[in-house]
């Protein structure tokens, strides 16, 4: 396509659902990022991926946080069991080259009541 | 200490005024440093990238990098009521992390 598209726009769940968030990367970029975006604390960076290479996890606030990237190109952000500091805006983003910039998406606002 | 310090603003100024937007970073193996603009509802769209310390333009945008100072600045010249959005400052190493290193962002409005 031609942008990074996320699905759904927005989420209200209930305290203690899983949530699953898509991403749709730009088609040809090898590497997709994860990243939160919270009021006033600024993007907080979750996960990395790159082509067929273990991701980066370095980011993952919790072990109820877990991402999966199928074929190179869709990822899926799954949430367990949502408590109220996991809203936030979450975003996904592509790139060829890290380096270079990315390209992000519209975000999925997520908010756990 | 934070790695990167931004003013959140917010910043209002007149139609056409110059605007001046500043991060300073604290880890000196940055070395690569980027400027994104998100509207509201959007994600951030990327508007300056540089690699070494001085000035990079683009239209009414300049992009300045002082390494030695760990500051950097983007300046916005005859402001346009559309560049109301947050700015983010944004850095990278060469190579070890994966991630870009954002600053919180600084709300700016420009006032027809």
């Known amino acids: 396509g031609a942008g990074v598209s996320q699905s759904p726009s927005n989420k209200v769940t209930e305290k203690g659902k899983d949530v699953e968030l898509r991403c749709d990367p730009i088609?040809?970029?090898?590497?997709l990022y994860w990243y939160r975006q919270s009021l006033g604390q600024g993007l907080e960076f979750l996960i990395y991926?790159?082509?067929?290479?273990?991701?980066?996890k370095s980011g993952l606030p919790s072990d109820r946080f877990s991402a999966e990237r199928t074929g190179g190109s869709v990822s899926t952000l799954t949430i367990q069991r949502t408590q109220q500091e996991d809203s936030a805006v979450y975003l996904c983003?592509?790139?060829?080259?890290?380096?270079?910039?990315?390209?992000f998406g519209s975000g999925t606002r997520l908010t756990v009541v | 200490q934070k790695e990167v310090e931004q003013d959140p603003g917010p910043l209002s100024v007149p139609e056409g005024a110059i605007v001046s937007l500043n991060c300073t970073y604290s880890?000196?193996?940055?070395?690569?440093f980027m400027w994104y603009r998100q509207y509201s509802r959007k994600g951030p769209e990327l508007l300056m990238y540089?690699?070494?310390?001085g000035n990079k333009e683009d239209g009414r945008f300049t992009a300045q990098v002082d390494k030695s100072s760990k500051y950097i600045s983007l300046f916005i010249r005859d402001s346009q009521p559309s560049d109301s959005a947050t700015y983010l400052c944004?850095?990278?190493?060469?190579?070890?992390?994966?991630?870009?290193?954002f600053g919180t962002g600084t709300r700016l409005t420009v006032i027809p």
């Open positions: 991926f790159q082509g067929n290479s273990a991701p980066d």
């Open positions: 880890n000196s193996a940055f070395q690569y």
């Open positions: 983003a592509s790139s060829q080259d890290r380096n270079y910039g990315y390209t």
């Open positions: 944004a850095f990278s190493y060469q190579t070890g992390a994966n991630n870009l290193f």
């Open positions: 088609s040809g970029h090898t590497a």
């Open positions: 540089t690699y070494s310390s």
